[in-house]
């Protein structure tokens, strides 16, 4: 089955500068990539998803971008803000399959 | 977008007792799933719930414990059977719609 790997677990930066999480994949079948943004005591919000046919995808202060030869996708935040401070998971799925493989999710927190 | 109502949000239960969640979407959807997230943990699908027929289970959960019903296109409960401190968890239910999959809040279950 597929396995999706995230890292860092936790990462510190400081307001205003730019974040990256990255995951990888292993089964070359995923198609659909999500990234969701857990807050203490919610449930994940979707905030950006690409599909295997793009490279790149951007909304806003957010972008995710994916390398399928290597099997590796990436959320990038930028201009960030405090709240932006909160847990954020990668998933991966194909389209034969519409269960999420979710990664381990990284804790971001921005330092005022 | 689909918007979706779990009940409760939050609950104490005793050692040995049963709980049922709630799960209401705002849309039709085919696919439902449940899914769990132990404390500071990622998410792991449970079970895969359609309308009209029995429960996927993934492996480590089974039907006796986590008995779903799906008995329409906007509804599904899960329960929670014979609960130890080992099932204190948030479980969340998570829709197919619109090509994308959106979570619920989560219902925060602390088993004493």
């Known amino acids: 089955g597929e396995n999706v790997e995230q890292h860092p677990s936790t990462l510190s930066v400081q307001e205003g500068d730019s974040a990256v999480i990255k995951c990888t994949y292993s089964?070359?079948?995923?198609?659909?990539f999500p990234w969701y943004k857990q807050e203490l005591g919610k449930g994940p919000q979707l905030i950006i998803d690409?599909?295997?046919?793009?490279g790149e995808k951007k909304d806003q202060r957010i972008a995710v971008t994916l390398n399928k030869t290597a099997k590796h996708f990436s959320l990038h935040i930028t201009e960030t803000q405090p709240e932006d401070s909160a847990v954020y998971f990668c998933?991966?799925?194909?389209?034969?399959?519409?269960?999420?493989?979710f990664g381990t999710g990284t804790r971001l927190t921005i330092i005022p | 977008s689909a918007v979706i109502s779990q009940k409760p949000s939050r609950d104490i239960c005793q050692r040995g007792t049963s709980l049922t969640i709630q799960c209401q979407v705002d849309?039709?959807?085919?696919?439902m799933f449940w899914y769990r997230q132990q404390p500071g943990q990622s998410l792991t699908l449970i079970a895969t719930?359609?309308?009209?027929?029995?429960?996927?289970?993934e492996s480590g959960f089974v039907i006796d414990k986590f008995p779903i019903s799906r008995p329409n296109l906007t509804f599904s409960t899960l329960t929670v059977s014979n609960m130890s401190p080992e099932d204190s968890s948030i479980y969340l239910c998570?829709?197919?719609?619109?090509?994308?999959?959106?979570f619920g809040e989560g219902s925060w279950l602390t088993v004493v």
């Open positions: 998570s829709v197919y719609h619109g090509n994308t999959i959106y």
């Open positions: 089964d070359s079948a995923s198609n659909y």
């Open positions: 690409i599909r295997s046919n793009v």
């Open positions: 998933a991966a799925k194909n389209f034969g399959n519409e269960k999420l493989t």
């Open positions: 849309s039709q959807v085919t696919m």
């Open positions: 719930a359609n309308q009209g027929s029995e429960a996927t289970y």
